[in-house]
Nanobody, 119 residues
Framework: QVQLVESGGGLVQPGGSLRLSCAAS????????MGWYRQAPGKERDLVAR???????NYADSAKGRFTISRDNFKNTVYLQMNSLKPEDTAVYYC?????????????WGQGTQVTVNS
């Protein structure tokens, strides 16, 4: 079994910062691309940022310049540093990863962590 466990969400004032973490655990051979997505009430789940196993990153336009994605390959963990947060960043943030185990690569989702930006 593979699990993605997120942490770091919460309530923050506009202009504040939060750091999300997501650790992959289980019988993992290799973790490939990892990323963060978010879903606001009544909206679709959208990409926030993604990072390859080699460190190549891509960001949604809304995240560029404010959010930074990084990863620790030894810990199978991905991070999302979010600065200058805005009310429109309020959403449930989901971790996503392509993980290889038993010679098979599958896509996995975490359970989500709530981020609320409100004064």
């Amino acid at each position: 079994q593979v699990q993605l466990v997120e942490s770091g969400g919460g309530l923050v004032q506009p202009g504040g910062s939060l750091r999300l973490s997501c650790a992959a655990s289980g019988s993992i051979f290799r973790v490939l691309g990892m990323g963060w997505y978010r879903q606001a009430p009544g909206k679709e789940r959208d990409l926030v940022a993604r990072i390859s196993s080699g460190g190549t990153t891509n960001y949604a336009d809304s995240a560029k310049g404010r959010f930074t994605i990084s990863r620790d390959n030894f810990k199978n963990t991905v991070y999302l540093q979010m600065n200058s947060l805005k009310p429109e960043d309020t959403a449930v943030y989901y971790c996503n990863a392509d993980i290889t185990r038993l010679s098979l690569t599958k896509n996995y989702w975490g359970q989500g962590t709530q981020v609320t930006v409100n004064s």
